[in-house]
């Protein structure tokens, strides 16, 4: 008898709606239990068990046909790369990691500074932290942080380094980047509002010119919308180190050596500006006596009462004195013994304290009192040096204008000539700056504030590298490798680059210059490869295992060197 089976030799793939329903046992089952009971003999009941087991059996084949779907429709980079977190740490060996440095606020209250070794700095304000209910902290609370300056401290970390750009893709590369969290009593903090830490990192970049300072702008990693956020611009300044001692004569060193001889001779050009043009004395405006303070009438001018030798001032030097002047004990003079008021001083020392106030000192052969003075007039003397004050504050401030336009344009003429010196030292040394082997870098600090914890970055932004299709990867014993991260760097920027390893995804890398491409397997073994050029259709990749695995992040760094 023939049997028409209809076998279908290329099936159309279900789709998540069908294979959704097929998994949904419990409604096959109420359909089932639904249907009216029919009487029959057992081989019929017999027949509807088998039905509703083989209809559960299928449900069950597609389950496990569905993680071979991909097989030929591949993940696109996108969905790759949306399946794995966001920050995907690929060694999660805590040896390889960069540690945090934990530092302890006393008083969170009061806020504070925290120096690192490496010359980064951390001012906390005060009142910055609050709890999960939203309460403001005090006491003691630990300061988490660490910071990531190359592409070894990128890749361990896990942190992804593309930045969308108006829908458009590029990467950051990094001046460095800083993560930091607070704890208290084991529990993590928020940052109040209001509040933000201010962070010096002192890093170091490449630079096109020495003595032009690269612009950077700081981003915020945000984990849930899976990108990074810009923030505000780097406060970046220059960091002049003490490269003069040493054996060797290097441009930096001739730079910072000739440089502090201009600095010099600029800032003793000033001093010398000064003094020959000196401020003339002002004058001291009168103090009207109180009425409520005892007083002492001591006429120094007229020489009615000597001033003893030992005194730092004389009586020339009281000439600035008004006419009728008194001396008023101030209030926080000593006590007086009021016998003084009945002595008969025979001479008095006197030491000045400022403008208004001195230490005056009544001496007698049997015994002395010291007291706090102030020069005072009465009356019609006070008026009369009040009117001869104003007039000489008029001439002061005529004078004081007239020294300032000398000195200005004389200064004006000293920073030319400073600036002018500098620029000439410069161009002197550009060109063999320039012809230095290796690339050219400085030490920086990059300042700028946090208003929330986790990951800020120094960067610029940079175009993706042109991508080629087709690649073939496969390590030295000719294992394919697909579908697993690719990640690359290159010398030119401190970013990583990350792309789906697959023959069917795009890779990119820059053309003409020294890259690393590398992967890592489920095992955490390293392959690694260093390659300048790439070519479409079907290009071979060979990898090299990196043997022994890495133990700690020196080892690491060992075996990504390129």
Avoid at 533 to 551: F, I, R, S, Y
Wanted: aromatic share 10%.
């Amino acid at each position: 008898m023939e049997r028409n089976y209809n076998f279908k030799q290329n099936p159309e793939e279900p789709g998540s709606e069908d294979i959704r329903q097929r998994m949904d046992f419990d409604a096959l089952l109420r359909e089932f239990e639904a249907q009216p009971a029919v009487k029959t003999t057992g081989g019929a009941r017999i027949r509807r068990l088998i039905y509703f087991s083989t209809a559960a059996a299928a449900a069950v084949a597609l389950l496990l046909w569905v993680p071979f779907l991909g097989g030929n429709n591949p993940l696109s980079p996108e969905d790759y790369f949306a399946q794995q977190d966001f920050v995907h740490i690929p060694l999660p060996q805590q040896e390889l990691q960069v540690p945090f440095t934990a530092q302890v606020v006393s008083d969170a209250h009061k806020g504070g500074v925290i120096d690192y070794p490496s010359g980064s700095r951390l001012v906390i304000p005060a009142a910055a932290f609050m709890n999960d209910r939203g309460r403001l902290v005090g006491g003691e609370v630990a300061i988490h942080y660490r910071e990531l300056h190359d592409y070894i401290d990128f890749f361990v970390s896990g942190i992804p380094l593309a930045y969308d750009s108006v829908g458009m893709q590029r990467y950051l590369t990094s001046a460095g980047m800083v993560e930091v969290y607070a704890e208290q009593n084991g529990n993590r903090l928020k940052m109040a509002p209001g509040k933000a830490i201010q962070v010096e990192l002192r890093s170091e970049v490449v630079v096109k010119d020495y003595f032009s300072l690269p612009k950077y702008h700081v981003y915020q990693l945000d984990t849930a919308s899976r990108t990074w956020q810009y923030s505000n611009v780097d406060m970046l300044q220059f960091v002049e180190e003490d490269l003069i001692t040493g054996g060797t004569n290097t441009p930096q060193q001739r730079w910072q050596r000739e440089l502090g001889n201009l600095e010099q001779e600029y800032e003793k050009a000033l001093q010398d500006l000064q003094m020959d043009f000196p401020l003339p004395s002002a004058p001291v405006a009168p103090t009207q006596a109180n009425g409520n303070r005892p007083t002492l009438e001591l006429d120094f001018a007229q020489g009615a009462l000597a001033l003893d030798p030992a005194s730092d001032l004389q009586p020339e030097d009281l000439a600035y004195l008004h006419a009728g002047t008194i001396w008023e004990i101030a209030p926080e003079s000593p006590e007086v013994d009021p016998r003084a008021f009945r002595v008969s001083w025979e001479t008095v020392k006197l030491r000045r304290l400022n403008t208004q106030r001195f230490e005056l000192t009544l001496q007698h052969r049997d015994n002395e009192e010291t007291l706090i003075v102030a020069p005072v007039l009465l009356g019609a003397n006070y008026q009369q040096a009040m009117a001869n004050y104003q007039g000489e504050l008029a001439t002061y401030d005529a004078m004081v204008t007239l020294r300032e336009e000398e000195v200005s344009s004389e200064r004006e003429r000293l920073q030319t000539e400073f600036v002018a010196r500098k620029e000439a030292l410069k161009e002197s040394l550009e060109q063999e700056f320039q012809s230095q082997p290796g690339e050219l870098r400085r030490q920086v600090v990059n300042r700028f504030v946090v208003s929330e914890f986790g990951v800020w970055n120094c960067a610029q932004t940079i175009d993706a590298p042109s991508t080629v299709h087709g690649i073939q990867y496969r390590t030295e014993g000719g294992q394919a490798i697909e579908n697993t991260t690719a990640y690359v760097v290159n010398r030119e920027y401190n970013t990583i680059f990350r792309y789906l390893a697959s023959s069917t995804a795009p890779i990119g890398i820059e053309p003409a210059t020294d890259n690393l491409l590398w992967v890592v397997n489920e095992k955490g073994t390293i392959s690694r490869v260093e390659l300048k050029q790439l070519h479409d259709d079907g290009a071979e990749l060979v990898l090299e295992t990196v043997t022994p695995p890495a133990k700690t992040n020196a080892d690491l760094r060992k075996a990504l060197e390129f």
